[in-house]
């Protein structure tokens, strides 16, 4: 009788527990999505160092078999290709870690606009693919979708992919910024953790 009274107190708890975590679940969706709308400003102590995981990723910043001989850098004939390209790829995102020094974030029904740098601007669209360009100018498609309280954000095309992952700590006012690159001239995938602390509001 004791086993079976256990079962039915185990059974009750078990539907309380179902019963919270879906009314969790429908106030959520009926508040909407977080809004990730801001100025950020990057928070060095507790982000990542872009540069030097760049170089970590890429490789060496030189072309693999190189040597110079009077004042002039001669390639063998097996680097020409994907190692120039890579040495270029990566020389491209280092000049682009000074671009994550802010982020701007505009949010609404129809689009979310992320600016980073001054001519940094990406367009994302609930429920539908979109194009853009990406840093080297190639194009890319773009998708968008919220996972709970993440913002999801994916750009490729057959040579790259990027999976961006934000994240609002109200408590703190910050924002992680969890970036995944993926790119076939890269050595290994590029992982950035990015935290912005909210910049205060100007009069």
Not at 40 to 61: E, H, K, P, Q, Y
Not at 67 to 84: E, I
Request: charge should be positive; glycine fraction near 8%; include cysteine.
């Amino acid at each position: 009788m004791s086993i079976r009274k256990g079962r039915l107190r185990s059974a009750v708890v078990l539907a309380g527990l179902l019963l919270v975590a879906c009314l969790a679940r429908d106030r959520a969706y009926a508040a909407g999505p977080p809004d990730f709308s801001g100025s950020w400003t990057i928070n060095r102590s507790l982000s990542d160092d872009a540069a030097a995981r760049v170089a970590d990723a890429a490789g060496a910043d030189a072309v693999a078999g190189a040597h110079t001989f009077g004042g002039l850098t001669f390639l063998p004939r097996s680097s020409y290709g994907k190692d120039v390209d890579r040495v270029s790829l990566r020389q491209l995102l280092l000049d682009s870690v000074a671009s994550l020094e802010h982020l701007e974030v505009a949010q609404s029904a129809t689009e979310i606009k992320l600016i980073q740098g001054e001519e940094g601007v990406r367009l994302f669209y609930p429920n539908r693919d979109s194009s853009g360009a990406a840093l080297d100018g190639e194009k890319v498609t773009r998708r968008m979708r919220f996972e709970g309280e993440q913002l999801r954000l994916e750009s490729e095309n057959g040579k790259r992919r990027t999976i961006e992952l934000l994240t609002l700590v109200p408590a703190r006012s910050q924002l992680i910024h969890a970036i995944h690159y993926e790119h076939e001239l890269l050595k290994k995938p590029l992982e950035l953790k990015l935290v912005y602390d909210r910049a205060p509001k100007t009069p």
